[in-house]
């Protein structure tokens, strides 16, 4: 319980430039042989992240160019990141 979970629901492969300590989790809509999926996805082009404790910490549309690179930019605070580097 040291690491943050990006989940990103999305019909295509992104890729994101994460810090170490954020796993990135990406769930497809549809049946793939790569990954993780589900058939019903209420989060269709979305990334969220999710602190250690389950707390949602952010939410983030990946439609938008610019806020997908904003949920690494406005992290918890910096001794919660600071715990979790170490």
């Known amino acids: ?3 943050y979970t990006l989940l990103v629901f999305s ?12 796993n990135i989790i990406q769930i497809y809509p549809e049946q793939t042989t ?13 990334a969220i992240l999710v ?8 939410v983030s549309s990946l439609t938008d160019t610019n ?8 992290q918890e605070p910096t001794s919660d990141i600071a715990r979790l580097k170490s």
């Open 1 to 3: 319980y040291t690491r």
């Open 11 to 22: 019909e295509s492969t992104v890729d994101l430039d994460a810090p170490d300590f954020i």
């Open 34 to 46: 790569e990954g993780y999926w589900s058939p019903y996805c209420p989060y269709t082009n979305q």
């Open 51 to 58: 602190r250690p404790d389950a707390y949602i910490a952010r």
């Open 67 to 74: 806020s997908h690179f904003a949920i690494f930019s406005q």
